[in-house]
């Protein structure tokens, strides 16, 4: 069964920075994108950041461009969501996902949510300004 559990959410002032995690298992992720998206009160999910696992492929949403950092572990079955100068419009639930199995390569971008198969149970952050 697989499973993608989020952590590391929490409250932080705006120009804070914090750390997401989500630990896989269940199954091999070494054909996969995992994406983090979020979902603030009122809107519709959105695509934050992905990364292709085979070869680290990363891509972001506009808005997080140079504040975010989406990595992976191999070791620890485990990515991250490194957010760095937080505003109070970060504040959302963020979502791990993961599009299980992908044979995407070259510059294919999963931006949907419909795309993604599984997804993790979220995990809240708030930036006050």
């Known amino acids: 069964q697989v499973q993608l559990i989020e952590s590391g959410g929490g409250l932080v002032q705006a120009g804070g920075s914090l750390r997401l995690s989500c630990a896989t298992s269940?199954?091999?992720?070494?054909?996969?994108?995992m994406g983090w998206f979020r979902q603030a009160p009122g809107k519709e999910r959105e695509f934050v950041a992905a990364i292709r696992w085979s070869d680290s492929y990363t891509y972001y949403t506009v808005s997080v461009l140079g504040r975010f950092t989406i990595s992976r572990d191999n070791a620890k079955n485990t990515v991250y969501l490194q957010m760095n100068s937080l505003k109070p419009e970060d504040t959302a639930v963020y979502y791990c996902?993961?599009?299980?199995?992908?044979?995407?390569?070259?510059?294919?971008?999963?931006?949907?949510?419909?795309?993604?198969?599984?997804w993790g149970q979220g995990t809240q952050v708030t930036v006050s300004s």
């Open positions: 996902a993961a599009v299980v199995p992908d044979g995407s390569s070259g510059a294919v971008r999963r931006v949907r949510p419909n795309t993604y198969n599984f």
């Open positions: 269940g199954r091999s992720f070494s054909s996969s994108t």
